[in-house]
Every structure is written in structure tokens, then in C-alpha cells.
């Protein structure tokens, strides 16, 4: 990832990481691999960037964590979408898109 | 494969948070790194590659740590968006409460057993309280009830007489008073007649004023209230309200009944409205017989309004204007009065006129009474608290284990402080909810049960007082105890709650048997008290009235409707009515009388002794009845002196009386009254009225109440007024219950204009007269009664944990020679001694209790060394009874089990 992506992605993060939520709850791991595999490797979290990012939403209570115990599994934490967390993914969803539009326009521009 | 956790441990600064969060992020960060671990080796790399990977998760641990810590330790309000609101405090209570309800499914007996406790005791509780509370407490439910108030005139020489007041009076407070904004007046319950297509019946009826709906906020149930151009005295007018069962019960609907004609004593009239369900004027005494009103008529219907100032016969109410207190009127007609008595000194001298708030009346003499229960409710809901205290406790003790294990491992006190207070708020809701359900069932019981003459009894209903206090209940009883004992568990040193001994746990039983000698003291008043109250009930029922019980039955008639029969005839009615009743077989004797004992029927006059005027403040009050010969022989009550009038008496139409016992010993001290003269009446009124001899004297008669001392009486011939509704008092061979139904028959057959109404054995009043007393009696038994369970369990409870707490120190001394009856005995003495402490701890208050109860006991002192001796023996009877069973569990410890157990 390129250095210069590093400040507009902590925004970015919380937003990805809603996103990735928004099907069905996942555990940390999955998280960062499904951003990675979905961006095709443009966007990459290592655990010291993810984490923080994923705590800050827990303690927003934009996503929920619980520990899952599986049979004969140790015990993972998954995160879930929170009934607040699904509307904040609307609404910054909604603001990244016009923001996409807004630079596209401007970078698009042609002097005549 | 690398320790990942330990990796991560060393690595990770401490983080301000609790331990068991720090844990977590342990955890799940050593995850993270295993998972890189892994994903590398399956891509092919070597392990030390693979954990080169995973170790370039984090490069700056110091940096992670200030990342994520602001997150831990508390979380962020989140910034406002579009008016969402987060509730962590609320995932957090369910959190909390889904794990109470798994450590309560954990121990399913110890649930159960606190839940129906709880259960149990806010049912009961709850429905005595809403019957004590709206019976005694309970504000009136009419709209400003503060501003009803009832105004009296008092005899000031009397002291228990009826607070009746004249018409004349009443009119002229009304149209004098400033303070007193509208007045109505009520008559006592008058037996009316009224014709209908069946037949005839009568019904309960009262004379009432027209302002007195509007006064008391009253709604008819259809049509309308009486309108005061229907109320002016001089100008009667027919017209009727009935009561709401009535039209049910005649007209099919209370809509329906409105505007039909009505015959009333023989005189037409309109139904103008219904009165709503279970109508009763609250300062109506309720008689042994009573019923609900069917009818009410306007006062100006009754003659007795246009009758002398000196009658008096209302019970007057009213409503103050906005902004008077009830201490402004009650001085204002205070000097009323004084005028009428200035201005009518012959009728009004001596009389005070005052006013009380309305729900003093309607309540009265029960409150006492009421307040005992709520009192007894109170003492048993704390014994139940303190049992269920000792239990919680118990069960802290027997998880202090876990929970230390807990704390060791990094949860946060205050956690499991709230975890353990919501599992008991948790059994506080289960045992609420089904409280409240057992309320409801038990009050419609108790209801059912209650005296009819229980005041206010119609409106008894579960409430919101009710309900606040169901609430809390069971706050008190289910979760406050459990706030110090789980207060007391988290103090203690964790090593000694591992090791399941030690002093800290010795505390904690110091404080339990605290609790039992609190329980059996309680126990004690609550059992003191019930024990004064069955023993007054005995003494009740042990008076002897001074007339017959058994073999007695009571008929009221009424001859002819309108009671307008020429005086012959009533004679020749009555004969023939005590003709066709003798012929009924296993009827003894007949005789009538115009007003029977215990259905509070009451007339009052003034005596008057030739020769003997009365002095100034002296009201010479007399109880004044009319009876035929017969009726003294039936009715059983004996001739002390001289002789009953008879028919040559009759013939020549002398005017006789007999005085009772009371009215010839107090009038007549030390000599006989037979042959005295006397007259009824105010001096001043009847002053050539003709001298009436007394002829003999007969005995006292409880007629108020069995409990209620004789007062003068006077009885006077009917030959001189014949009766226009006499009450037949028949004597029977057997049991007159069911030949009840046969003598009324042969009453009626008498006559096709004689009706018969309250026919009832004197069996049958004399349960009623007691049953006021009676149903205290068995509540607050009833309540000692559970209470005595609650604290034998208790102390059971207790004993059995001391014994478990001293396995080893009995098996010492077993293995040293005691044998096991000293054992037992030892383990009985520390229950003992411990009973003793409780009951003279109870002792002290059950002293003040038994005085406060005065004024419910009759015949026996409040400090009543039976009741209080057998309440002692009964107590400790039970303690130690609860002792036995731990006291024979010990003594079958085996030494060297015990000697081997830690």
C-alpha cells in the first residue's frame, strides 16, 4: 500500500470494516483477509492499524464483540453489526460515494 | 508452534483496563498472530518465515497499546447522528440478567424455595394490605374527598350517642353556615314498600336530600339525580332513584328502569334515575342484615322533616368551600350551634354541633382494627425478609468459592456485586409477578369471607396502592437482603473463602442467628397478639345476652303498605299472624316487638320520673321499644320483678312500661321501681302527657352488640299503639333454620297485605354480630400461624448450618467420649438459648403492642398472662422442635468422618 494512502485510510477504515460486517458477523482475522481479498490487495491492515480502528467502533457501539465457543474449537471473538452501526455504514457509504463523484469531477476537468 | 499468548504478554505494555479486558485482548491478539502463522506456512513458508509474518502484525507494541487502551477502558459517547441513542447500560443489564437467570437454573431447589417464598408472602400480604388500606386508609372515592366533611350534633352528655341531627337544624346550619358550601341530610336505612306486578317487597331505602349526589360527586348509573325543586319540604313529590342491582334484578337493565312508574307504600311515583353499583352512604352503620340500597327517595317525602327540632334522625353531610379547612367549619358551626341552643333552649340545650371529615365517619371504629392487620402484615413480611436473608447468605457462603476464583481470574467486584443483587432481583420479579397473581385470587376470597358490615367493603380492589406496595415488597423482601450479603462476601479474604472456613465465615453466622433472635421476637408479638384476640372472641361468645339463641327465629313483617291500617285491625292482623305461626308444628311461643337486638335498631327517648325532675346537665336517655306480652317468654328474657301487662291490662288500655335492670338500678338505687310513675319525652313538650307506672322490671339484654354493656331500656305495651311492623320473635323446639321458610309462609297467610322480609334464626345474628371480630381474629391468627412456620424454619435453618460449620468439633467430642444424647442436648441448648434471647427480645414489644390493642379486647387486660404465656410456651415449643433434626444429624456424626473432613 502506498504511503500516501495512510491518512485518508484510518476514515476509511471504519468504514470498511462496517461494510465487511454487513453480512454476517466475522471474527478479526476475517476481517482484514475479506478487506484485502476484496480490494485485491490495494488495501491491506495489518493487526496494529486494524485494531484499534476495530475497538474504537466496539466502544462506539457501532459493532458488538462476543466471544463464540464453539465444540471442540478454542473460543473466538466475533464483531457484529450494531442497529446504529448499520445506519452509520448508510450514511458514510452515501458521503464516500459523493465524495468519489466530487474528486472524479474535479480531477476530470479539462480547461477547455 | 510458538506461544503466541506468552508472546503476546511479554510484548503488550499493561493496559490500563480490568484484567479480565486486558485478558481478552490477549487473546484475541495472540489469535491474530497465529492466524498470520498460519496462513504463511500454508502459502509455503518456512516457520521461522511464518513467524517473521506474524511478529510484522505489530512492530510498535508501545504504539499498539496507546492505540487501542482509549477504547478499553471506557466506552466513547458516540457523536449524534440523526438522533440515535445507544444503551450499553442496557445490553448490560440484559446481560447481567441472562446470567442470573443461568445461575438460578444452576440451582433449581434454592430457586423455587425463594421464589414461592416471595411469591407467597407479597400474595398475602398484598391482598390483606389492599383490604386494611382501602378500609382504613384509603381516601374516599368521591372527587375532593379532603373537603367532604360530616356534621354531627352531639349529646354533650352522651357520650356514645348516635351524632344525629333534626331537619329543622340541618336547614338552618345550611342556610346560615358561610364556611359549608352545600349540606345534605341522609335518613337511616328505612324498609320501604313497594308494589310491583308480582307482588310486594321491601327494600332498603333512604331519604336523601337532592344536593347530596351533586355533594359526594355521585354519577347516576342512568336517567338522572333528584333536582332540588324535587326536594322542597312542605311539597313533596314521588320521585325515586333505585339501586342498580334492583333495576337489574326488576326491570331487566338500569336504562330500562328509567322513567316507569312505581307504587311506594301505596302511593305512585317516577323512577327518574339509577344509582350506580353497590351504592352505599359511607356514614351508614351497615346492621347485621344489610344488603345494598335499592331505592332512595328525596327527603322531603319522609313526614319526619316537618317534625319537632327535638327528633333527631339525619346524618348530615357536606362540602366545604374552596379554600376553608375543615378546622374553619368545624369552629363556625361549633358557634351554630351554640345559637340553636340559645335560641331553642328546650330542644337544643346541651347539644354541640361539629363536623369530622367525611372518611372518619365511614370508617370509625374499624380503623384500630385494620391497622392491626397492616401491623401483623409488616411482622410478617419481616420474618419472611430474614429467612430469606439467612438463606441468601448461606448460598454466598457455599459459592464464596467461585466466587473468588472469579476475582482471582480478573472480574471486577462491582460486576459481580450487580450480578448478584439482579439474580435476586430476578427471583424478586418471578416472585412479584406471581404474588400478584395469588393476591388477586386470595382478596376475592377474603371478600367473600369479610363481615357484610365491613365498611367500604364494595370498593376493596386491587390498586395502585397496591401495586406500589407489592413492589415493595418484593424489593424488600428479595433484594435488600441480598445487598449485604453480597457486600459481606466480597470483603472477605478470597484465601479463606477457597478454603471454605475461617474467621471471616464465623462472622457471617453471628449475624444469621442475629436474624433468628429477631424472628422469634417478632414472631412473639404477632402471636401475642393473635392469642389476646381469640381469647377476647371466646369471651364474646361466652356473654350471655340475657335472651334466646338457639331455637329462635326472627321474622320482620310489615302490615299492610302505607301504614295506614286502622288500629283494630293492626290488633286483629297481629293476632291472627301469632294464630296461623303457633299452628306450624314445633313452634314453641310467638311474641312481637318493634325493634330486634343486634340489627342496630335504635330509638332513644327522654325519662322522665314523677317527683325526681332531672337537673340541668342531666339527660336521662332511655332505649325505647314497644312489645306484646308474648314476646318476653319467647324471646327468654326473664322477670326480676313485679309482672308483665296482660289482657285486662289490655282491656282497660293501662298505661304500663318495664324498666330493665340498668334503667332501675341507675334511677332507682336501693328500692324497687315497680309502682313508680314515669314519662317520655322533653318536659317542656309533653307536659299533661298521661303517667305511665312501671309495672316490672325484666332483665339486662346485650341489643347493640355482645360486647356492648346494657343501657336503660323501657318497654311499653302495643295494646296502647298497636304495631304497624312488628318483628315476630318465634320460639321453636328444633332448629328454626329451616322451618324459616314455612313460619313466613304462615305469616303471609295471615293476611293478603302483610309482607315478611329479613327472616333469620338468632343463630344467624348473632354470627353476624360477631363476625367483625371474628375476622380479625382469624386473619391475624392465621398470620401468627405462618409466622410460627417461617420462624421454625428459620431457626432450622440456622442450627443446621451451625452444626454443619462444627463437624469437627463434634467429632471431637464424640471421639472423646460424649455420648450422643449430650449431643443432642448441646445442640438443642444453642437453639434454646437462642429462642429465649428472641422471645425476650419479642417480650418488650409485645407489652406495647397488647396496649395499643386495647380498645379491640373485651373482657380480658392487655396484659393477659395466659395469652402471653401460651404465646412464650408455643414459640419456644417450635424453636426447639426446629432444633431436633440438626441436633439428631449431629449426634450421628461419625467421629472419624468428621475428625477426617476439612
Redesign the interface.
Known amino acids: 500500500m502506498r504511503p500516501e494512502h495512510v491518512q485518508a485510510r484510518k476514515g476509511l477504515a471504519e468504514m470498511l470494516i462496517l461494510s465487511v460486517l454487513e453480512g454476517r458477523d466475522r471474527?478479526?482475522?476475517e476481517i482484514?483477509r475479506l478487506i484485502e481479498q476484496r480490494s485485491a490487495g490495494v488495501l491491506e491492515y495489518?493487526?496494529?492499524s486494524l485494531?484499534?480502528v476495530l475497538?474504537?467502533l466496539?466502544?462506539?457501539?457501532?459493532i458488538?464483540g462476543k466471544?463464540v465457543e464453539k465444540p471442540n474449537e478454542?473460543r473466538?471473538?466475533f464483531y457484529a453489526l450494531t442497529?446504529?452501526g448499520r445506519?452509520?455504514l448508510k450514511?458514510q457509504r452515501e458521503s464516500w460515494a459523493e465524495l468519489a463523484t466530487a474528486i472524479t469531477r474535479v480531477t476530470e476537468f479539462r480547461n477547455a | 508452534m510458538p506461544d503466541w499468548k506468552r508472546y503476546v504478554r511479554d510484548r503488550l505494555p499493561e493496559l490500563r483496563t480490568r484484567p479480565e479486558r486486558e485478558a481478552?485482548v490477549i487473546?484475541?491478539?495472540a489469535?491474530?498472530?497465529e492466524?498470520?502463522y498460519d496462513s504463511a506456512i500454508k502459502r509455503g513458508a518456512t516457520p521461522e518465515e511464518a513467524a517473521l509474518a506474524a511478529q510484522?502484525?505489530?512492530?510498535?507494541w508501545r504504539?499498539?497499546a496507546g492505540?487501542?487502551e482509549?477504547?478499553?477502558r471506557?466506552?466513547?459517547p458516540?457523536p449524534a447522528?440523526?438522533g440515535?441513542s445507544?444503551t450499553?447500560l442496557l445490553?448490560q443489564l440484559a446481560q447481567d440478567l441472562r446470567f442470573a437467570a443461568r445461575m438460578l437454573a444452576r440451582s433449581p431447589g434454592f430457586a423455587l424455595f425463594a421464589a414461592g417464598i416471595t411469591a407467597a408472602g407479597i400474595g398475602i400480604s398484598t391482598a390483606v394490605f389492599s383490604l386494611a388500606w382501602t378500609v382504613a386508609l384509603r381516601p374516599l372515592p368521591y372527587p375532593e374527598p379532603e373537603r367532604l366533611v360530616a356534621i354531627d350534633t352531639v349529646n354533650s352528655g352522651i357520650a356514645d350517642a348516635e351524632p344525629f341531627t333534626s331537619a329543622p337544624d340541618m336547614a338552618d346550619l345550611a342556610k346560615s353556615s358561610r364556611t359549608v358550601e352545600s349540606m345534605a341530610g341522609v335518613s337511616p336505612v328505612w324498609n320501604l314498600n313497594v308494589r310491583n306486578n308480582e307482588g310486594g317487597e321491601m327494600l332498603e331505602s333512604l331519604f336523601i336530600s337532592a344536593t347530596l349526589l351533586p355533594i359526594l360527586g355521585i354519577q347516576p348509573a342512568a336517567g338522572r339525580v333528584f333536582r332540588t325543586d324535587e326536594d322542597i319540604w312542605g311539597k313533596p313529590v314521588l320521585v325515586v332513584m333505585l339501586g342498580y342491582e334492583y333495576a337489574q334484578r326488576r326491570f331487566g337493565g338500569a336504562v330500562q328502569a328509567v322513567g316507569k312508574p312505581i307504587v311506594i307504600e301505596g302511593r305512585s311515583g317516577n323512577i327518574v334515575g339509577v344509582l350506580p353499583p353497590g351504592f352505599r352512604y359511607v356514614g351508614n352503620k351497615p346492621d347485621a342484615s344489610f344488603g345494598t340500597i335499592d331505592l332512595v327517595v328525596p327527603l322531603a317525602v319522609n313526614p319526619l322533616v316537618s317534625s319537632r327540632r327535638s327528633l333527631r334522625f339525619l346524618q348530615v353531610a357536606g362540602r366545604l368551600r374552596p379554600g376553608v379547612t375543615p378546622e374553619q367549619a368545624r369552629a363556625e358551626l361549633a358557634g351554630l350551634g351554640r345559637n340553636l341552643a340559645q335560641a331553642y333552649p328546650d330542644t337544643n340545650k346541651g347539644f354541640d354541633v361539629s363536623a369530622v371529615p367525611l372518611t372518619e365517619r365511614a370508617v370509625g371504629k374499624v380503623r384500630k382494627a385494620m391497622l392491626l392487620l397492616l401491623a401483623a402484615i409488616g411482622v410478617v413480611l419481616l420474618i419472611a425478609c430474614a429467612n430469606l436473608a439467612n438463606a441468601l447468605l448461606a448460598r454466598m457462603t457455599a459459592r464464596g468459592q467461585e466466587m473468588s476464583v472469579r476475582v482471582a481470574l480478573g472480574a471486577s467486584s462491582s460486576r459481580i456485586f450487580r450480578q448478584i443483587v439482579t439474580e435476586s432481583a430476578l427471583l424478586a420479579i418471578i416472585g412479584g409477578a406471581a404474588g400478584w397473581g395469588l393476591a388477586h385470587a386470595l382478596l376475592r376470597t377474603l371478600i367473600t369471607l369479610s363481615p357484610a358490615a365491613l365498611p367500604r367493603r364494595n370498593e376493596i380492589s386491587l390498586d395502585a396502592a397496591a401495586v406500589v406496595f407489592a413492589i415493595a415488597a418484593a424489593f424488600i423482601a428479595a433484594v435488600a437482603p441480598s445487598i449485604p450479603a453480597a457486600i459481606a462476601l466480597l470483603r472477605r479474604d478470597p484465601v479463606s473463602n477457597l478454603r471454605g472456613r475461617g474467621a471471616a465465615s464465623n462472622r457471617g453466622a453471628s449475624f444469621r442467628k442475629a436474624l433468628v433472635i429477631a424472628e422469634v421476637g417478632l414472631g412473639l408479638v404477632l402471636f401475642t397478639a393473635a392469642g389476646l384476640l381469640v381469647r377476647s372472641f371466646i369471651a364474646v361468645l361466652d356473654v350471655n345476652p340475657g335472651y334466646r339463641v338457639h331455637g329462635l327465629a326472627t321474622i320482620s313483617t310489615q302490615l299492610g303498605a302505607g301504614g295506614n291500617k286502622p288500629p283494630q285491625e293492626r290488633v286483629a292482623m297481629l293476632r291472627r299472624i301469632e294464630e296461623q305461626v303457633r299452628r306450624v308444628p314445633g313452634v314453641v311461643n310467638v311474641g312481637a316487638v318493634s325493634r330486634l337486638p343486634l340489627m342496630n335498631m335504635t330509638l332513644s327517648s327522654w325519662l322522665n320520673i314523677e317527683g325526681r325532675p332531672a337537673r340541668e346537665d342531666e339527660k336521662r336517655d332511655v332505649e325505647y321499644r314497644r312489645a306484646n306480652a308474648g314476646y318476653f317468654p319467647a324471646m327468654g328474657i326473664a322477670l326480676r320483678e313485679g309482672r308483665i301487662w296482660n289482657d285486662s291490662d289490655a282491656q282497660r288500655q293501662a298505661n304500663l312500661a318495664l324498666v330493665n335492670e340498668t334503667l332501675a338500678r341507675k334511677y332507682f338505687p336501693g328500692e324497687s321501681p315497680v309502682g313508680k310513675r314515669i314519662r317520655f319525652g322533653e318536659p317542656s313538650a309533653v307536659p299533661n302527657a298521661p303517667w305511665t307506672e312501671i309495672a316490672g322490671v325484666v332483665a339486662d339484654i346485650r341489643h347493640f352488640n355482645l360486647d356492648v354493656e346494657p343501657t336503660p331500656e323501657v318497654y311499653v305495651p302495643d295494646y296502647l299503639v298497636p304495631f304497624n311492623a312488628p318483628i315476630l320473635v318465634i320460639q321453636t323446639a328444633g332448629d328454626p333454620k329451616p322451618m324459616l321458610r314455612e313460619l313466613q309462609a304462615a305469616v303471609r297467610s295471615a293476611g293478603s297485605d302483610i309482607s315478611t322480609y329479613k327472616a333469620y334464626s338468632m343463630e344467624q345474628l348473632v354470627s353476624r354480630a360477631t363476625a367483625g371480630r371474628r375476622f380479625v381474629m382469624s386473619i391475624v391468627a392465621t398470620f401468627a400461624g405462618l409466622a410460627l412456620l417461617l420462624v421454625a424454619f428459620g431457626v432450622y435453618g440456622v442450627m443446621a448450618q451451625s452444626v454443619g460449620q462444627r463437624v469437627q468439633e463434634i467429632g471431637v467430642r464424640m471421639a472423646v467420649g460424649a455420648s450422643r444424647r449430650e449431643i443432642v442436648s448441646m445442640v438443642l441448648r444453642d437453639g434454646g438459648r437462642l429462642a429465649l434471647a428472641g422471645a425476650l427480645a419479642g417480650l418488650a414489644l409485645s407489652l406495647v403492642m397488647a396496649r395499643a390493642m386495647k380498645s379491640l379486647l373485651f373482657s380480658i387486660r392487655p396484659i393477659d398472662p395466659a395469652s402471653f404465656a401460651i404465646g412464650l410456651a408455643v414459640l419456644l415449643a417450635a424453636a426447639t422442635l426446629a432444633c431436633l433434626i440438626p441436633a439428631w444429624r449431629a449426634a450421628r456424626t461419625d467421629p472419624i468422618t468428621a475428625l477426617r473432613a476439612d
Open positions: 471474527h478479526g482475522y482484514a495489518h493487526t496494529a485494531y484499534p475497538y474504537r466496539e466502544a462506539r457501539g457501532w458488538r466471544w478454542r473466538r471473538r442497529a446504529l445506519q452509520i450514511e | 481478552e487473546e484475541e491478539i489469535q491474530q498472530l492466524a498470520a510484522r502484525e505489530v512492530d510498535d504504539r499498539f492505540d487501542i482509549p477504547s478499553l471506557r466506552p466513547e458516540a447522528i440523526g440515535a445507544r450499553p445490553d
